[in-house]
């Protein structure tokens, strides 16, 4: 079995008001050294596969299609072995 | 500055109907060998700060006051410098 790791996040051009309300949460708990607060999507996909090139372009197209939304979202991602 | 990736998933006996929809969806578009999705989030933390000991230290108190629900969640994270 194989463990894919998706992460995808807002664009560094694309507002993420998540991730400032977090910001603005802490700060407002004390913590002062925040530079920057974004949030994004982590999806662990467990393929019954063996093969991690294969799993590597299926993961691709599995973001591609369903996952990520290109135009204001980056993704990448990790594939492991169990 | 250092970079601090937060990750935050649905313990693993709690249920994950998000997961699981897009499990679904990926079953409909052809992907048969899904063993399981699950999803959680993925925060990224710029601290302007260098000790990377101390901002640890902060991040597990952001974690545990703030971003995760430990009672079903489980987190983890990693600092990196810039």
Avoid: W
């Amino acid at each position: 079995m194989l463990t894919a790791e998706v992460y995808i996040m807002p664009k560094a051009s694309v507002s993420d008001p998540q991730g400032l309300a977090i910001k603005h949460a802490l700060e407002s708990l004390g913590y002062k050294n925040l530079n920057q607060v974004r949030i994004g999507k982590l999806i662990i996909i467990k393929l019954d596969s063996q093969d991690k090139k294969t799993a590597g372009q299926q993961v691709e197209n599995i973001c591609r299609q369903l996952l990520a939304n290109t135009i204001i979202e980056d993704y990448s991602f990790k594939i492991k072995e169990d």
